[in-house]
């Protein structure tokens, strides 16, 4: 049954982030709303899976990839949530991006291998407050990266002076860039803190340092940069954007390693 | 009143040209005294008279036959026209029953507009129908069909995309505005030149929400008399660099033989904006923004081919969407009609039913009578209840089949019920089947019910 509502999760997941695209593309307004009923669908699918492993005493973040998992619900919940506070079309457009995050989240689950019940790896506290704190800042930067890139299409289309249906019913550019800018605001921190407690979980455990670990830093470090220039400089907009795209491409290329290792720690 | 009742007849800018139309237009100050000549045609019950610049056409319920109401209206439109010889008729169309319905919702969603989905023709309409009800010409039944077809107006309006996106190049400059900032709520407006267009923008902006308008022009005094038209304030062309910094949105019309602004210009512009955007408008011919300039980062530009582009592809969508609002249109047609079955099958169903339980009553009451004192209650009960059981299976079938018919059939069979069974209204029950009722009773039952 488990499996079952993890397949049926995904597939939801997948069909709402194709709903949605398909909306953006053109599709009638009945799209976005089966999009937003599937991703409902995906979101009490997987708090079946997170509930069943709780019954199982098997904790949202035993593992790397139940940690991945889980942040991608998180995020869905909070766009659900958000839909029912503003019932907003232009909200939809989010959805063409947080319902594929999540699908993706929950395939990396099983890649990187969901702890099974009873022989969940022993990370300790510290090792469990560096996944977590890692997932959701991964998760976050991960969503203003999709917001980023849905403004540079937009921003495209804008600059080619053609008004496709991504601008029709997207979200205005000023109101991307702030969004990404804010979601960037939110996960860096998490993001530093991840790193840090990665750095004393590590040093605990008496490994050295990791490949992961440098291109982690790369990633911190471009978030870095873009708070800063855009703070001083003035940085937003398109340059935002694909600074935002780099720092998410070292981050994704650090967790991807992360799991394909397979490494219990 | 019967759903052939309802006539429209009229002309638009699909059959008539502006020559003919403005034959018959009627300013609004002479709606009252034009809906009165109106009504006191014979035939014609209640009228609302709609004038607008692309249709003048006027919706009535009849008093008698649709037939007769559209006739007299006809000869009613041909003497104000003042064309000769019928001249007229060929530019007219008329409507009845189902079909009238079906036009003037499609009106009333501007499903028949020049531009499918505009604004105006609701407020136009409801007009119309505030100067008919104050003048009497409207009663209850063309007050309940257009306050329906208000209701379907505004359904279609936000149950479907025909009237989503610009259909004009000032408000695809707001649209486009909008797809760039989001809200407009204090944005800052520059217009660059004087022009009749870029003051329209600038107006439909301001109407948006952007609160700081500054007019530049290389004429003071016209740049001063737009400032004060918009309500913004005029400064010195000589700022353009400066003013550029500080606008949103800027909005070009000059009569510029060159580009006054060009990449060089702009990007010193976009240094000093730190990464704000700029939505460039150049409505001028030739144009007043060099091309390269919307290379830069966070610099839009649109020129008047593009805002063209902008509004046929708007337009295009609309059209699109028409489709699904006429199904909406459809299935609010088939509602009203059914309601105004109702009103004519309704009463003959329940004159019906009195009509049969009243001989019922009658019969019993004799029978029981009949039976003498020794038959007790309980027989008289037994009596009643045999009646009863044969009145409601006898009524069943022709209650359906009245219920169940069509708009046509519905209340053809109405009126042969009225006639088979005499009901007549207020009729004396009891004064038996074999008298027939005289068929002009009959005839004359009409109008609203």
Known sequence: MESFALIAAVSAYAVAGALSAAWLGGLAAGAARAARVACGIAFLAQLYVIGARGVAHVHPVSS???????????????????????????????????????????????????????????????????????????????????????????????????????????????????LAHRLVLVGFPVFTLALLSGAAWLHRLGQGMRVEYPLALIAWGLFGVLLLARTTAGWRGRRAALLTLGGFASAALAVGLYVMRGTGA | MALHDLVVIGLSHRTAPVEVRERLAVPEVDLARTLAEIVALGQVGEATLLSTCNRVEIVAAARGSAAGAAAELRHFLGLRSGLAGGALDEHLYEHAGRDAIRHVFRVAAALDSLVVGEAQILGQLKIAYGAASRSGAAGPVLSRFLERAFVVAKRVRTETGVARGAANVASAAVELARRIFGSLDGRSVLVVGAGKMSGLAARRLVTAGARHIVVTNRSPDRAATLAQEVGGTARPFAELETLLAGADVAIFSTGAAEPIVDRAMMKRVARSRRGRPIFLVDIAVPRDVAAAAAELDGVYLFDVDDLGRVVEENLAERRREAEAAERLVDDEVDGFSGWLKAQAIVPTIKDLRARFEEVARVEVERAVAALGPEAGPRQADEVRRLADAIVAKLLHAPTMALRQGGDVDGLALAEAARRLFALTPGAPVSAAPETAAPATAVKDRGGPA
């Open chain 1, 64 to 178: 790397v990839g139940d940690a991945i998992g889980f942040a991608g619900w998180l995020i869905a919940g909070a766009y659900l949530i958000a839909l029912v506070v503003r019932r907003a079309h232009p909200l939809d457009a989010v959805g063409a991006v947080v319902a594929p995050l999540a699908a993706v989240a929950l395939v990396t689950t099983r890649i990187a291998g969901a702890a099974a019940p009873g022989r969940e790896a022993d990370f300790g506290l510290l090792g469990r407050v560096h996944i977590s704190l890692a997932a959701l800042g991964v998760g976050l930067l991960a969503l203003a990266t999709a917001v980023a890139v849905v403004y540079l299409a937009e921003d495209r289309q804008l600059k080619r002076r053609r008004v496709g249906h991504l601008v029709r019913r997207g979200i205005a550019l000023e109101t991307l860039d702030a």
